[in-house]
């Protein structure tokens, strides 16, 4: 059982690259987030789908979009990378469904380095 | 404005003592709060939560409590062990599927 797999799990970009950070988990869950850890901020949240087919802004949206491709999977794009952006990202998902009360599950991480 | 407030950016404590982990939220609809635990390279991992109808919630050595009236939780540790060491996370969260909101975290250190 693998829960919340992320790639890559290190990226170095040049400013004004694009990439798109890959997320799937294995756990049947509906809701997914991506959050950002920088030191001194804790996680803030980027985007989230609380159901396949659904995606919403979080605190920090801005040079960011995202993809809720199907249950599994939800990516988040940078289209144009900016130094500002060089953070840790998370992955997460939770199933609000079944109970009110659960936590999210968290993937290992993607450190991006934009230069 | 942070919703979720940890105000000791750090704490050490010696291995067998008590370690006391605090967090203070602003919104009253927050009806779910949780604590996480994060080694360096990894991702956070779930510890222990608390609904707002209980005052206090307990698993093995970390209990969690709960003071509504004053917007206040704290994370106790007993006793603590060297394998603590670690980021601690304190989220909240408002009834309905809402996404988790975290403090900016405290990093403990158990000192053997």
């Known amino acids: 059982n693998a829960g919340v797999t992320q790639t890559p799990k290190f990226q170095v970009l040049k400013t004004g690259q694009s990439m798109t950070l890959q997320c799937a988990q294995d756990?049947?869950?509906?809701?997914m987030y991506w959050y950002r850890q920088d030191p001194g901020m804790g996680l803030r949240l980027i985007y989230y789908?609380?159901?396949?087919?659904?995606?919403d802004k979080g605190e920090v949206p801005n040079g960011y979009n995202v993809s809720r491709l199907n249950k599994r999977e939800f990516s988040l794009r940078l289209e144009s990378a900016a130094p500002s952006q060089t953070s840790v990202y998370f992955c997460?998902?939770?199933?609000?469904?079944?109970?009110?009360?659960?936590?999210?599950?968290f993937g290992q991480g993607t450190r991006l380095t934009v230069v | 404005d942070q919703q979720v407030k940890q105000n000791s950016p750090s704490l050490s404590v010696q291995e067998g003592r008590i370690s006391i982990l605090n967090c203070d939220y602003t919104?009253?609809?927050?009806?779910?709060f949780l604590w996480y635990k994060k080694y360096p390279a990894e991702g956070p991992t779930f510890l222990i939560s608390?609904?707002?109808?209980?005052d206090k919630n307990e698993d093995g050595r970390f209990t969690v409590f709960l003071n509504k009236s004053a917007k206040h939780l704290s994370l106790h540790i007993v006793p603590s062990q060297p394998g603590d060491s670690a980021v601690y996370f304190c989220?909240?969260?408002?009834?309905?599927?809402?996404?988790?909101?975290f403090g900016k975290g405290t990093r403990l250190s158990v000192i053997a």
């Open positions: 997460a998902s939770s199933d609000f469904r079944v109970t009110r009360n659960t936590e999210a599950f």
């Open positions: 756990m049947n869950h509906n809701s």
């Open positions: 789908s609380a159901s396949e087919g659904t995606t």
């Open positions: 919104n009253s609809m927050f009806d779910y």
């Open positions: 608390i609904s707002s109808i209980k």
């Open positions: 989220a909240a969260s408002a009834f309905g599927n809402t996404p988790l909101v």
